[in-house]
């Protein structure tokens, strides 16, 4: 499968009613699905997410419309490899480097959906993303998403403009460089101590990446394409 990458000044998203077939004519399937998601992992919750039904890009701008489902629909989507043609996940990400300019990537605790995984700071949206205008906030997002699962305040961090979008299959990735101002070691334990100080941390673990062979195999493919483009 192609993986699409696109520099983009601007994303604009709106919300709108939409009934998703797929989460109706596969209700049954998804729910015992979710259940067997919940008796491994009981900290999953079913709740309301948002998910992108059609786009264009134009000029360096994605504009398009999302639509709010369940968690568990989702879930089994992406689980299933994203067999709805014309949904995405559409996420922010905070692509985050040190002041030496390597990238900092965390590993997904056990109790999440993504277990195991090496990430840049993301998750899915969820209607606190949704603006009063009825758009997607994903530079809100991003921001919530840096703090929750690193402790860092974007607001100190230099933030780079626009976004780097990342297609693959049913994903796309708009990723935003974040530049903290302590070199990686100094990050990286930085990060260590807030997620020591968590009840429940979303990473579990600090990885620092300067070249390929720093990625872990367990890494979205996604993110490995933004990493390999910005390294070439």
């Known amino acids: 499968m192609t993986i699409e990458i696109a520099a983009l000044d601007a994303v604009e998203i709106a919300v709108e009613p939409w009934i998703w077939p797929f989460a109706q004519a596969r209700r049954a399937d998804i729910d015992r699905h979710f259940a ?51 949904v995405s996940n559409i996420f922010a990400a905070a692509a985050l480097q040190s002041a030496d300019g390597a990238f900092l990537l965390g590993q997904m605790a056990p109790f999440t959906s993504g277990a195991g995984q090496w990430v840049f700071p993301c998750g899915t949206l969820d209607p606190d993303d949704i603006s009063s205008a009825g758009m997607l906030d994903f530079v809100g997002s991003v921001g919530r998403e840096l703090f929750e699962e690193t402790g860092l305040d974007i607001g100190l961090c230099q933030i780079e403009p ?71």
């Open 36 to 86: 067997a998601q919940q008796r491994e992992r009981p900290a999953l919750w079913n709740g309301r997410t948002l998910l992108l039904h059609r786009y264009a890009r134009e000029n360096r701008v994605l504009r398009g419309a999302g639509f709010e489902t369940d968690y568990a629909s989702f879930l089994a989507w992406r689980d299933w490899g994203c067999p709805a043609v014309g």
């Open 162 to 232: 626009g976004w780097t979008l990342v297609r693959d299959g049913g994903f796309i990735a708009l990723m935003k460089r974040v530049i903290a101002n302590e070199n990686a070691e100094q990050l990286r334990a930085n990060i260590l101590h807030h997620l020591a100080n968590e009840a429940q941390p979303e990473f579990n673990a600090v990885r620092i990446v300067r070249t390929p062979t720093d990625v872990d195999p367990v890494t979205p493919r996604f993110f490995v394409e933004y990493l390999m483009a910005e390294w070439s």
